[in-house]
T-cell receptor, first 115, second 113 residues
Framework: DTAVSQTPKYLVTQMGNDKSIKCEQNLGHDTMYWYKQDSKKFLKIMFSYNNKELIINETVPNRFSPKSPDKAHLNLHINSLELGDSAVYFCASSPSLGENGETQYFGPGTRLLVL | GDSVTQMEGPVTLSEEAFLTINCTYTATGYPSLFWYVQYPGEGLQLLLK?????DKGSNKGFEATYRKETTSFHLEKGSVQVSDSAVYFCALSARGGADGLTFGKGTHLIIQP
């Protein structure tokens, strides 16, 4: 029933490790996103995918690599984790890229803590 | 670039008080404007939106009017409840989904019984 789901919900790991976060949407949307929410709750877009193609890549370190095996899934792989990567990562989806007014639907978030 | 400015909290009110959370924006073109709400430990949910000037978005007793002349989208509610305690984010979309949403820094609202 969940429209946008993410796994895992919590992730605690050591600096230098590689980890992945998975996202799935069952809304039939064409466009998916990753956002990062920092400790002060500020949200910033990281990536956007439309029909499995990367559309934007904000100034995100190349240690972060999104992968979209199909338009219902958008995974985020992070190499060589750093302390500053600790944050909450939100996946979102919207029907398409085309319209300003389209609602984005957010997942519950993945809370990443790097020790 | 595009930006959203909103009052930062925490904002503490008593139950049944009137709520206003200010939001102003800077954007090229004609953005759509949104209010999202984040309850403790949860993801973001759309509260309301407006896609053109003078539109009013409303939901669950909350309202906001898209004011192009003042580049504002202030959130209001006539009588708040304890269950309204959450973080509220003002956001805009200026070029469709290509740029994602640009968010304000969020306002933490605390309603006391």
């Amino acid at each position: 029933d969940t429209a946008v789901s993410q796994t895992p919900k919590y992730l605690v790991t050591q600096m230098g490790n590689d980890k992945s976060i998975k996202c799935e949407q069952n809304l039939g949307h064409d466009t998916m996103y990753w956002y990062k929410q920092d400790s002060k709750k500020f949200l910033k877009i990281m990536f956007s995918y439309n029909n499995k193609e990367l559309i934007i890549n904000e100034t995100v370190p190349n240690r972060f690599s999104p992968k979209s095996p199909d338009k219902a899934h958008l995974n985020l792989h992070i190499n060589s984790l750093e302390l500053g990567d600790s944050a909450v990562y939100f996946c979102a989806s919207s029907p398409s890229l085309g319209e300003n007014g389209e609602t984005q639907y957010f997942g519950p978030g993945t809370r990443l803590l790097v020790l | 670039g595009d930006s959203v400015t909103q009052m930062e909290g925490p904002v503490t009110l008593s139950e049944e008080a009137f709520l206003t959370i200010n939001c102003t924006y800077t954007a090229t073109g004609y953005p759509s404007l949104f209010w999202y709400v984040q309850y403790p430990g949860e993801g973001l949910q759309l509260l309301l939106k407006a896609t053109k000037a003078d539109d009013k978005g409303s939901n669950k007793g909350f309202e906001a009017t898209y004011r192009k002349e003042t580049t504002s989208f202030h959130l209001e509610k006539g009588s708040v409840q304890v269950s309204d305690s959450a973080v509220y984010f003002c956001a805009l979309s200026a070029r469709g989904g290509a740029d994602g949403l640009t968010f304000g820094k969020g306002t933490h609202l605390i309603i006391q019984p």
